[in-house]
Structures are given as C-alpha cells and as structure tokens.
C-alpha cells in the first residue's frame, strides 16, 4: 500500500501527530509563534548544531512535455529553449565548484526527447569525480530507473506535489505526464526503493489554501518517516513568484501564504518532526531570508540561477522555440542571451554575500557534507 492509497483517510482523519502539528499551526494568529520560534531554535542547534548547509540548482533543460498553469517551462510557452550539452553542464558545475559549492541540484524539465537516452547518467558521470553531493529535480520515473540513477552517482531527490488539492491539481495541469496525481504523490517512495539516501518534498504555496496544504504536507512526511525510514528528508514551502509567460503575476490573497504563516511553517515542521531538513530557496527576499535563518532552516541556495546556462551562458548557440514537440529555429538569434529561466528569483545577492550574512550570525556555512569515501570498505 502506498501513500496515494492512504492520503484519501488521512485527510478526513488526521493523525495525532498531524493535529498536533494543527495546533501549532494555530498560534500563526497569536502571540505563541515568538516562543514556537524560540522553541525551533534550540531544537534545530540540538540536532544541527550552528550550520546551514549550502547547495546551488544547475539546470540542464527548460524543455517540457507538461502544461502547468503556474510554471515557465509550460510546453506552450513560447520561451527561449536549449539542452546543455554535457560538457556545457561540467562548464556549469566548474564554475560552481569555483564559488565553493560540493552540493548541486541538478534540475530539468520532463521530456523524453531532450532528457532521455542516458542524458543524465552521463551528467552525473561527468560530475561525480568533483561534486560530492549530486541530488535531482526531473520528472518522476519508475523504480528501476531510480535504481539506475543512483548508480551513477545520484544521492538525493526532490520532488515537490506542487499542490495536495487534487481537483486543484488537475485542473493545474492540462497535458503531460505530470496530471497523474497519484503517480506522483508515490514518487517519494520509488526513489527510496531505488537506493536515494536524501529525499525532499514540498508545496508550491500559492496555488490552493495554504493550512490545508500544510496539513497534507505533514501527513506524507509522517507516512515517509514510517516506511522509508531509512532516509534523510528535508521539506520546502516555496512561494509563487512571477515566471515565464506571466511576470507580471499577482498573488491570488485567498490562497497567499503570508510571511508571518510561513515562519509559523518553518517552526511547525521543526517542533514536529525535529530531525527534518527544512530549505528556503532564493525565491524568497533577502531580508526574510536573513531572519529565518536561524530559526529553523536547515539548506539554503545561494546565487541561483533558474535557466540552463545561468552561470556561465553555455547553450547560448542553440536557442530555439519548440512548438508542439518539435524544435524550430529562431529567425534572429543576435540579442539573445541565455534561455528563458523558469521564475524570477528574489534574493538577488551573489553566493559570498549571502555566505557574509550567514556568518554575521554565527553560522557556519557548510559546502560539504558527504563523500562516497566513507562507504569504502
């Protein structure tokens, strides 16, 4: 049985973790979140120590085969796209490398023609030797597959359900792959049958009520912690923000996760579940990102770019259009940059100031954490 055959129940009958989780999610309206963040604190010391854990997103493609209402790799969108070569993603991956990071997400839209046939074994292969920590954010795929993936040299996933609300869901997601709710909401638990060691999930805020989407948020971490025991998880609540096709994108105040009820998340998750790993993305503004930052949070990314060749332009020579699957050839290429990134990012900062921050509050940056040498033997 998996979760997607229990989420059902649990939404109508919560656990007693899950409404004890409810409950601190109350105090978002009170005077209790100053000590639920006090409380957070010393419980992420405890299990932490005084370190925040430091990572970088390289995106390999923004091709697509989905249609997602909320995101700037829309199949439909009329963005500018390209795949990295494998060469141009270890030119990526140097430069990163050169800033002080051993922890790369590696990140790509879902399409079986640009991002198949061994693509991304061979990226790993190619960074393995010089990044200790290699982690994903691709299209969910079978249980041999992962298999496969964590062979040569994947450690971690992340996958986040974007949305709980599964009328939301589909009607979020009008073609591809990604409308089959239940195939991803169980995708958490192939990785772990596939040997990942590190698993991220999470919501994207913004698109259904954010209390009930916390809730469910809850409940599949709880479920995860009981049958992929084995693992390490982190969880994330990233905001919407304007992307590709609609920078101009405003908040619907209905669904909006306001500042204060996302710190009331953060100290939530870590009184609940204290050994959990909790990220905050470049998505969010500098200043929130500062004030968070030892309250609970675990992983930051710092410097980020949300496009293939964000760092150092590679793919620049191949920018193209693709409509209905096909690549099409620009006109004029000349003004053209780097592709289309996937949203705009917040904390614009680069990654030695936001690594300054960190130390201005007695923060240890931490570049790496793991290495395949302590398996040896």
Same mark, same amino acid.
């Given at each position: 049985m998996a979760f997607a055959d229990v989420?059902?129940?649990?939404?109508?009958?919560?656990t007693p973790l899950m409404r004890r989780f409810g409950r601190l999610l109350d105090g978002v309206a009170g005077d209790a979140l100053e000590a639920h963040a006090r409380r957070s604190q010393q419980v992420t010391r405890r299990h932490f120590g005084k370190t925040m854990r430091l990572f970088a997103p390289l995106y390999l493609s923004n091709e697509c085969v989905n249609n997602c209402s909320y995101c700037g790799f829309s199949r439909d969108a009329a963005i500018l796209r390209t795949t990295l070569s494998v060469a141009q993603v270890v030119r990526e991956a140097?430069?990163?490398?050169?800033? &002080?990071?051993?922890?790369?997400? #590696?990140?790509?839209?879902?399409h079986p023609q640009f991002v198949s046939d061994?693509?991304?074994?061979?990226? $790993?292969?190619?960074?393995? @030797?010089?990044?200790?920590?290699?982690?994903? +954010? !691709?299209?969910?795929?079978?249980?041999?597959?992962?298999?496969?993936?964590?062979? %040569?040299?994947?450690?971690? #996933?992340v996958v986040y359900q974007e949305s709980y609300d599964r009328d939301g869901y589909q009607s979020l997601h009008t073609a591809g792959p990604k409308r089959?709710?239940?195939?991803? *909401?169980?995708?958490?638990?192939?990785?772990?049958?596939?040997?990942? =060691?590190?698993?991220?999930?999470? !919501?994207?805020?913004?698109?259904? %009520?954010?209390?009930?989407?916390?809730?469910a948020l809850c409940g599949h971490l709880e479920y *995860?912690? =009981? %049958?992929?025991?084995? /693992?390490?998880?982190?969880?994330?609540? @990233?905001?919407?923000?304007?992307?590709?096709?609609?920078?101009?994108? +405003?908040?619907?105040?209905?669904?909006?996760? @306001?500042?204060?009820?996302l710190?009331? #998340?953060?100290? /939530?998750? =870590? $009184?609940?579940?204290?050994?959990? &790993?909790?990220?905050?993305?470049? =998505?969010?503004? /500098?200043?929130?990102?500062?004030?968070?930052?030892? *309250?609970? !949070?675990?992983?930051?990314?710092?410097? /980020?770019?949300? +496009?293939? &060749?964000?760092?150092?332009?590679?793919?620049?020579?191949?920018?193209?259009l693709t409509v209905k699957g096909r690549r099409v050839e620009l006109e004029q290429k000349s003004g053209c940059e780097t592709a289309t990134e996937q949203?705009?990012?917040?904390d614009t900062r680069s990654t030695a100031e936001v690594v300054a921050m960190l130390r201005r509050q007695h923060l240890d940056p931490v570049w790496k954490d793991w290495d395949e040498a302590l398996l040896a033997g």
């Open positions: 989420f059902p129940d649990l939404l109508e009958h919560p140097r430069h990163l490398h050169a800033l &002080g990071f051993r922890n790369l997400l #590696l990140v790509a839209g879902e061994g693509y991304l074994q061979q990226c $790993l292969d190619a960074l393995k @030797p010089f990044i200790a920590t290699l982690a994903i +954010e !691709v299209g969910p795929l079978a249980d041999g597959q992962y298999a496969e993936i964590v062979r %040569h040299g994947a450690e971690g #996933l089959n709710f239940g195939w991803r *909401l169980n995708c958490p638990e192939r990785a772990y049958a596939g040997g990942f =060691r590190r698993i991220g999930i999470g !919501v994207l805020f913004g698109l259904a %009520h954010w209390q009930a989407e916390a809730m *995860l912690y =009981r %049958h992929c025991w084995k /693992a390490q998880f982190t969880v994330a609540f @990233p905001r919407m923000r304007p992307y590709a096709g609609n920078y101009q994108y +405003e908040p619907d105040p209905a669904l909006v996760l @306001p500042d204060r009820a710190v009331s #998340l953060i100290t /939530a998750f =870590r $009184l609940t579940f204290p050994p959990v &790993g909790i990220v905050m993305s470049t =998505r969010e503004p /500098a200043a929130l990102r500062d004030a968070v930052a030892s *309250l609970g !949070v675990t992983h930051m990314s710092a410097g /980020a770019r949300t +496009e293939p &060749g964000g760092y150092t332009g590679a793919g620049r020579d191949d920018l193209h949203f705009q990012i917040n």
